[in-house]
């Protein structure tokens, strides 16, 4: 069996439509091999409370197994989590592909589920988990649900805690008098189908206009630096090719001399200046071999 954690976790989909997933003995069945798993590994033992409270049970257990564990202590492990998902995620060797398939988060979740269709939850829990509701009622007073809300309110957060076993030192999460989506829909651009299009064709024709600036500047490169050539091997006058496609200097001092071609101030100049040493040095050499040998 190969170890896991050498790849991505595959995280497959909560099968919350399937009667098997609310059934209490296949929870606790799937529970209890998780928890044995868990209990031979250990690596989660400091992530979170769930892990500890595992752990305690078994060791504190009769025989020090999972199987000596009250399935009624379940809940206890459930509770603790957050699902933060870190577990899963970050530590857990055995997540699916692995074919353990530890999916601790997920199992919290169905045991959650199966709470709940069971009408486990006291009416205060029930009433909390009701978050589009809530969000709308408290948004509508998003000042005074903050207030009321604030960790440190002396007056409300110790009745909060009476009534919804909420602990008074937990930060809850803020209202706010107009949703994400209504923000949304009136900050985004409108753009129809015709904007868009138009954009889309201006946008074209833009990039064409700058392609064909681009060709025009090289083809007048290009142009220049043919001329150039014509005109130092008219004044070399020996119909040899300096430079050029089929020249006889080495590749890249030709493309050195192109490169150099390709601005009409400096190439003038040097091209000026080396065709003015060359007929120079040449007019020297003929009038060398003309003048006459003198007899020894
Ligand atoms: S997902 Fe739950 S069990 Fe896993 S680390 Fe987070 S809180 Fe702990
Ligand atoms: S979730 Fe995975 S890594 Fe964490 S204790 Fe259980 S088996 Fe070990």
Redesign the pocket.
């Known amino acids: 069996m190969r170890e896991g954690s050498l790849e991505a976790p595959t995280r497959h989909k909560i099968d919350w439509q399937n009667p098997d997933f609310y059934d209490r003995a296949k929870i606790d069945a799937e529970m209890h091999r998780?928890f044995d798993?868990?209990h031979g590994?250990?690596?989660?033992f400091n992530l979170c409370d769930s892990?500890p409270r595992l752990f305690d049970l078994v060791d504190s257990s009769a025989t020090g197994e999972v199987d000596a564990v009250d399935t009624g202590d379940y809940g206890k492990v459930v509770e603790a989590c957050t699902l933060c998902d870190m577990?899963f995620m970050t530590?857990?060797?055995?997540v699916p592909p692995h074919p353990w398939a530890?999916d601790?988060p997920h199992l919290m979740l169905r045991y959650r589920a199966a709470d709940f269709r069971e009408g486990k939850l006291a009416w205060p829990q029930r009433q909390l988990v009701e978050t589009d509701r809530n969000g709308r009622l408290a948004g509508a007073v998003a000042p005074l649900a903050n207030w009321a809300s604030r960790t440190g309110n002396a007056l409300t957060r110790p009745v909060m805690e009476k009534l919804a076993d909420i602990d008074r030192r937990a930060e809850l999460p803020k209202f706010h008098g107009r949703s994400f989506t209504q923000r949304a829909k009136s900050a985004a651009p409108v753009r129809d189908a015709a904007t868009l299009s138009r954009d889309a064709v201006e946008r074209e024709r833009r990039l064409t206009a700058e392609h064909q600036v681009v060709v025009q500047r090289l083809i007048g490169e290009r142009e220049h630096a043919q001329r150039m050539y014509d005109e130092l091997n008219a004044e070399v006058g020996f119909g040899l090719s300096l430079i050029g496609p089929h020249g006889s200097l080495p590749d890249g001092l030709q493309r050195a001399l192109l490169a150099i071609s390709a601005r009409p101030g400096l190439s003038r100049a040097l091209y000026g200046a080396c065709s003015r040493v060359f007929v120079g040095a040449r007019a020297i050499g003929r009038t060398i071999r003309r003048r006459p040998r003198q007899p020894r």
Do not use: A, G
């Not at 590994?41 to 989660?44: E, F, I, Q, Y």
């Open positions: 998780i798993i868990c590994c250990r690596r989660c892990f577990c530590k857990c060797p055995y530890v601790f």
